[in-house]
């Protein structure tokens, strides 16, 4: 654990935004973190869905030095193999057609918002275009990616953020249909919303609303920035629903550590932005789509997706069986690799004792645990892992 010391060191140069726990990490190897104590940590964060190969993976590591040995950076002016080869691989995968890097998910959905209102705005000149956005939402702390994101209190200091933003109920077609006017010109969700409770969207809201955007000229834009890259045991959410969006956005486990985003269309948006619209001084660099590249290749060779289907079942049903032990425990939902476990109080005593116990979890609000764990996991860091979380809820209760 953090001693008082280094702790006052470093929140003397770190502007507070986060609250962190009193842990300080020095390395990590498979799916376990060691702090600078040398302790073991079981992790089922992944650096909140980030790592989903886990730690001190030789292959990917030499993919990544390798490119530094040959060139890192150069201006977006010129044409790099790696992000060539990252663009195809993000597009075939995807089922979408173009691809612009950015440098983390927060900035992919501000290019996804100037896509939306720049085809509205070429198709009739005006600026004053809506997007409809979801309650409970979470989509960044940007101020583009903060205005369209469902929880005031995020919002309130910050207002009135980019405007023209209008929010409806997650999973209710009415709701959304009654907010549709003239002047909206996307719908903007999570396929699987994440922060607001790990709750995936329901076949029949995100069937209706893709006819819908067809049917009235706007843009679907679906963040997959936490679900999306394997996490729901597709390689993105929406493939599940049998749909393609008019605009994604990718982050997190896409480059799997390193800083790298990308809003990705599809052929009714590929033209809407034009030279000068948008750019990126970092974004795409060759550093960062070599890593991309290798991931792509890691997620076939190493059969990820079949792995994140069987351990994910496995996954539900030792959750389930804590939902029918313990009353304190309300319910368990998600999809693959991305978990909630609902509880009739508060979560956070029981993530801090599972990091006692030497567990990662977090939350995604007051009363969810959320387990986003690598992708790698097996079914015996399953076990141990609801043996620590068994723990934790007996003693507490």
Avoid: W
Wanted: aromatic share 10%; with cysteine; hydrophobic share 40%.
């Amino acid at each position: 654990m953090v001693t008082n010391e280094f702790k006052n060191y470093a929140e003397a140069a770190i502007i507070h935004t986060y609250n962190r726990f009193p842990v300080a990490f020095d390395h990590g190897d498979g799916v376990y973190l060691y702090d600078t104590d040398g302790r073991r940590y079981l992790d089922f964060a992944a650096g909140i869905a980030v790592n989903a190969f886990g730690y001190n993976v030789e292959e990917y590591k030499d993919a990544l030095k390798a490119q530094i040995d040959k060139l890192m950076h150069v201006s977006n002016l010129y044409y790099t193999e790696p992000m060539a080869k990252a663009a195809h691989k993000l597009a075939e995968a995807s089922g979408l057609k173009r691809v612009f890097f950015t440098n983390s998910g927060t900035e992919a959905i501000e290019g996804a918002i100037k896509v939306a209102r720049k085809y509205a705005f070429k198709k009739d000149g005006t600026t004053d275009h809506e997007i409809i956005a979801m309650e409970h939402s979470f989509h960044g702390r940007s101020m583009g990616a903060l205005s369209v994101t469902g929880n005031a209190h995020y919002r309130e200091a910050f207002q009135p953020g980019i405007g023209n933003i209008v929010f409806a109920e997650y999973n209710n077609l009415e709701d959304v249909k009654s907010k549709i006017t003239d002047k909206t010109c996307a719908i903007l969700f999570e396929t699987v919303q994440g922060e607001g409770g790990i709750y995936p969207g329901e076949k029949e809201f995100i069937q209706e609303i893709r006819k819908i955007c067809d049917e009235k000229d706007m843009l679907l834009i679906l963040d997959e920035i936490q679900c999306g890259m394997g996490r729901t045991g597709k390689m993105f959410a929406y493939q599940h629903y049998g749909i393609l969006p008019d605009v994604m956005t990718s982050a997190k486990a896409l480059g799997c550590g390193v800083p790298v985003g990308a809003f990705v269309v599809g052929e009714k948006a590929e033209n809407a932005l034009e030279p000068g619209d948008h750019g990126s001084t970092y974004g795409g660099n060759p550093f960062v789509t070599a890593a991309v590249c290798k991931v792509f290749e890691m997620f076939e060779s190493r059969g990820v997706l079949e792995n994140v289907n069987e351990v994910s079942a496995y996954l539900d049903e030792k959750l389930q069986a804590l939902v029918k032990k313990y009353d304190v425990v309300k319910a368990t939902r998600g999809l693959g690799l991305m978990r909630a476990l609902e509880m009739n109080v508060p979560v956070g005593p029981y993530v801090n004792k599972a990091l006692e116990k030497g567990l990662l979890i977090i939350s995604a609000g007051t009363y969810i645990i959320r387990f986003v764990p690598p992708l790698v996991i097996t079914k015996d860091n399953v076990d141990e892992m609801i043996g620590i979380l068994d723990e934790c809820l007996g003693e507490i209760e």
